[in-house]
């Protein structure tokens, strides 16, 4: 840490010089003179125990060790020039843009309600919301915030933060039931019509409680929906028995319009995060985004 402390001067002197290209040019831009600026580089390359620079009298150029270097304190004056930036900002309305990817279903009726509330909240906020159920990458796609339904893949360059867990259970309408019947087992849902979340190359197996916990149940779709609106609308329809989260059937489950079928109660299916750039200061545009969805997902499955 002493090395690290005493190391910053020099540092920043030093990439100004790089920038600049001479110690002459540096030292304006820092208001020292050229010598002071020589002696903070010379002095960071004593601490280092290498060369960084390469010196003429016309130019300056940097060492293989010296742009190992470069490149790091480039990234690390940047994340500090950002994060005085964040704390001036900090005591002001939250205001920009902020980009954010959410899934078709849940994003519309759980997300999209919060945010436009904040949006009517803090005028200089600007919110850019795209809604699709394939995963859009942060960096890649330019996205601050992106809601994930499902396991996530260990990945080093994100940050997430659990916002809950979506619970599923079966259910049909009671037309379709008076009509088809009411399967007694897990078993007996294969001589009924299932409408089946997914796409063509892709259907998540159901996990259905058993006698010994959970087992992973491979329905045959008779009609594949690869949106949740639509398989709630397909299921209060009577075309068949759907396994639908609790957090989009809540309202049709009260009304009466579905029933629950097998099953009590809901089961936990997948968890519920908030992502974002690993590494970054979180500004106050999208902090108040992730304080206010993180206290909104607390109420997930109490209102659903």
């Not at 620079?53 to 950002?82: K, Q, V």
């Not at 979340?197 to 491979?218: A, E, H, K, S, V």
Request: hydrophobic letters at 50%; a positive charge; proline letters at 5%.
């Amino acid at each position: 840490m002493s090395l690290i402390a005493g190391s910053l001067g020099g540092a920043l002197a030093f990439v100004e010089a790089v920038d600049a290209g001479t110690f002459t040019a540096a030292a304006a831009r820092l208001r020292l003179t050229k010598s002071a600026v020589g002696r903070k580089v010379l002095q960071l390359e004593q601490r280092l125990g290498v060369r960084l620079l390469n010196r003429t009298t016309r130019r300056l150029s940097l060492t293989a060790d010296g742009e190992i270097y470069y490149e790091a304190c480039r990234r690390a004056l940047a994340g500090l020039s950002e994060a005085q930036d964040v704390i001036a900002a900090g005591r002001q309305a939250p205001a920009g843009v902020v980009r954010l990817a959410l899934p078709l279903a849940f994003g519309r009726r759980w997300v999209a309600p919060v945010l436009f509330g904040l949006a009517k909240d803090h005028p200089a906020l600007r919110l850019e919301i795209g809604f699709d159920d394939h995963r859009a990458d942060l960096v890649d796609d330019g996205i601050d915030l992106a809601v994930r339904l499902g396991p996530l893949a260990d990945n080093a360059s994100r940050t997430a933060r659990r916002l809950g867990t979506q619970r599923s259970l079966l259910c049909a309408s009671p037309a379709y039931l008076a009509t088809a019947g009411t399967p007694a087992d897990i078993q007996g849902l294969a001589q009924h019509a299932l409408l089946v979340y997914g796409r063509r190359d892709f259907i998540n197996p159901w996990p259905l409680p058993d006698g010994n916990g959970t087992m992973l149940y491979q329905p045959q779709a008779r009609l594949m929906i690869g949106d949740g609106d639509a398989l709630l609308q397909a299921a209060v329809a009577g075309c068949g028995i759907a396994f639908l989260p609790d957090w989009l059937a809540g309202n049709s489950l009260r009304r009466g319009e579905l029933v629950p079928v097998l099953m009590s109660s809901a089961v936990d299916t997948a968890p519920i995060h908030l992502l974002w750039s690993a590494g970054r200061v979180v500004p106050p545009r999208m902090r108040v985004i992730i304080d206010a969805l993180v206290a909104h997902a607390a109420l997930l499955h109490e209102r659903s």
